[in-house]
């Protein structure tokens, strides 16, 4: 069974179903209200559970009820989650969402406890996390801490896949040598590089000047459009499928705790990613973040829908 770990944030996630955004000062009914569990690492984690990976977590919730539910759900999904530490006088992390009727989202996030995920936390997991196939990260904690982990897993010749979300120019190109996989979104690889990202050529010149900086694949990630991958001996476009969305929320933690599975599970990088797109591309069709994420027989039972196989 493939074996992965997440070293990141969990929220819970506050999702309002809009008509459309209120104006400034104004006042608007909107039709819809739910609470779910989220967070990018949390998300990436349940997603690669629910497809059948053994799954550990290292993460901090708040003395709160948002912590128990957060680890309650852990618990539910089969995610190991002994490292995820309860932070006393915080708040847990909490995410107030707004879905449009065309699926879009917009996503505020208070970070709470995930601030308090720390390099010792980190070591603390050390014997568990080595134990795994892949270790996963995102920004919603501490940049240390990111930095931490991808220089522990690169001196003990473990895979990271870096999910620069949400993406922040503080971040250190430098310190992330050797990440074997790196997962930016349209908007952070521009925000990154400082270069325009609409074309698909575009897309890959900004991605190989993160190769020249020493990443050693960046998967660019399209939305509809698919995924880019680019590597120093070329790139490859893999398209998604089409369906119609019913939120979109979370659909990036889809398509990488899928990847992840895929990839621990002995796949080949371009097979991994055709079923990753397929996964995220279901995901949307359903609403909430992790409640939309299927497990293997959902997910076989989509893919016998649309054109590409079933895994
Ligand atoms: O990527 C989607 C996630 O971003 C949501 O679950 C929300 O919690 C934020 O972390």
């Not at 993406?167 to 908007?187: I, M, S």
């Not at 897309?203 to 190769?211: G, K, P, Q, V």
Request: glycine letters at 10%; proline letters at 5%.
């Amino acid at each position: 069974m493939a074996r992965i770990a997440v070293v990141g944030s969990n929220m819970t996630d506050l999702v309002t179903y809009i008509t459309r955004m209120p104006a400034r000062g104004e006042t608007l009914e909107a039709p819809r209200f739910e609470i779910g569990p989220g967070g990018k690492g949390a998300n990436q984690a349940v997603a690669a559970a629910r497809l059948g990976s053994e799954v550990l977590m290292v993460s901090k919730v708040g003395d709160d009820v948002f912590g128990r539910n957060t680890l309650a759900n852990f618990a539910e999904q089969g995610v190991d989650a002994r490292h995820v530490g309860v932070v006393a006088g915080v708040s847990s992390g909490v995410a107030p969402i707004f879905v449009e009727p065309s699926g879009e989202n917009s996503i505020l996030i208070i970070k709470g406890a995930n601030n308090h995920l720390r390099p010792a936390d980190v070591d603390a997991a050390a014997a568990d996390l080595l134990r795994c196939d892949l270790i996963l990260l995102q920004l919603e904690v501490p940049l240390e801490t990111i930095y931490h982990t991808v220089a522990l897993a690169t001196a003990h010749g473990r895979r990271v896949v870096l999910n620069p979300a949400p993406a922040t120019r503080e971040l250190d190109l430098a310190k992330l040598r050797d990440v074997a996989f790196f997962t930016p979104n349209r908007g952070e690889l521009a925000l990154l590089t400082g270069m325009p990202t609409e074309t698909l050529a575009q897309i890959e010149a900004a991605a190989r000047t993160l190769l020249d900086r020493g990443i050693r694949t960046v998967i660019a990630t399209l939305g509809h459009d698919g995924v880019l991958l680019v590597t120093p001996e070329g790139a490859t476009h893999v398209p998604t499928v089409e369906v119609t969305p019913v939120d979109t929320t979370g659909a990036g933690d889809a398509f990488i705790g899928s990847f992840a599975h895929f990839l621990a599970g002995g796949a080949d990088v371009k097979q991994a990613l055709h079923w990753a797109v397929r996964y995220a591309a279901h995901s949307v069709t359903g609403r909430g973040t992790q409640r939309s994420y299927g497990d293997m027989a959902a997910f076989r039972a989509f893919c016998a829908t649309v054109p590409g196989g079933v895994p």
